[in-house]
């Protein structure tokens, strides 16, 4: 494992730390190496927290588009496969579209950020902001709120991961001042959009049950890719594995694998009861 070897890791993937953070996290710290986000919006709040002190952080505001569902339809279970694929403003894999479709995606992103910048989940916030161009935000304690700004394209977050500390000149896409037409806000709406709160269930559990929430979801959104699953059931495929699930807490890599591969069978065995 390249920490192991105390080399720093640009991080490109939330499961990592959504299954295993406690552990992935102590090596770190044991290493000293670095975890340089990828991921748009913690990079976001990597490059707000930089040059401020320690414990001065109040919030952590990650910001969402929304997806393709944010207002309708008004029945999710008309969604079909083809609708869900097709984001507003980010060109994603299949995987991660669903689950911004969802707001799964948004909600792994939260268990990432507490385990990146160690931060409690009371003080992480979601804010749907559909233009993408605010990545996220840092409110301090003196109520200063800091954001980083840029165009929505993973080549800016993805090359600073490896300038770091440094800022490579390059000719991405510049945000143009007076085209850009309005930046807005909105709560997520949880009644709608259920994953997001499935996700701040489980990392507040923690233990095995972020792992479980990871793996059920992800065969859960395979099954809708593959036909065999409606749209509006992932959420409670997810939920009743939640349920079902014995939580351990302060598990090992073993306890974590296997709760991953319990999660998975238990998905699949909920999903064979449903038609699409």
Not at 140 to 155: C, E, F, H, K, N
Not at 158 to 170: D, G, T, V
């Amino acid at each position: 494992m390249a920490l192991k070897a105390g080399k720093n890791v640009a991080l490109a993937n939330k499961e990592t730390l959504v299954a295993a953070g406690q552990l992935i996290t102590s090596l770190v710290k044991k290493t000293k190496t670095l975890l340089l986000p990828v991921d748009s919006e913690h990079s976001a709040i990597w490059q707000c927290l930089a040059g401020n002190p320690d414990r001065t952080a109040a919030k952590i505001i990650l910001t969402a588009s929304g997806g393709p569902f944010r207002r309708e339809p008004d029945d999710l279970s008309e969604v079909t496969v083809e609708m869900a694929l097709m984001h507003p403003t980010w060109q994603m894999g299949r995987k991660v579209t669903i689950d911004a479709a969802t707001l799964m995606n948004k909600g792994l992103e939260v268990i990432e950020a507490h385990f990146l910048f160690g931060i409690d989940y009371d003080q992480i916030q979601v804010v749907i902001h559909p233009q993408s161009i605010i990545h996220s935000m840092v409110e301090y304690i003196d109520g200063t709120v800091i954001a980083q700004l840029s165009v929505p394209d993973m080549r800016l977050p993805i090359q600073y991961a490896f300038s770091y500390p440094q800022r490579w000149l390059n000719k991405l896409p510049r945000v143009d001042w007076f085209t850009l037409k309005e930046i807005t806000f909105e709560p997520p709406n949880i009644k709608r959009f259920p994953c997001l709160s499935l996700a701040f269930t489980a990392g507040k559990t923690g233990g095995t049950l972020p792992a479980v929430l990871n793996a059920a979801n992800e065969v859960a959104v395979e099954a809708f890719l593959s036909r065999y699953l409606n749209f509006s059931l992932i959420p409670e495929i997810v939920t009743r594995v939640m349920e079902a699930h014995q939580v351990i807490f302060k598990p090992g890599l073993e306890e974590i694998i296997t709760a991953d591969q319990w999660a998975r069978e238990k998905a699949q065995t909920l999903i064979s009861k449903f038609e699409v």
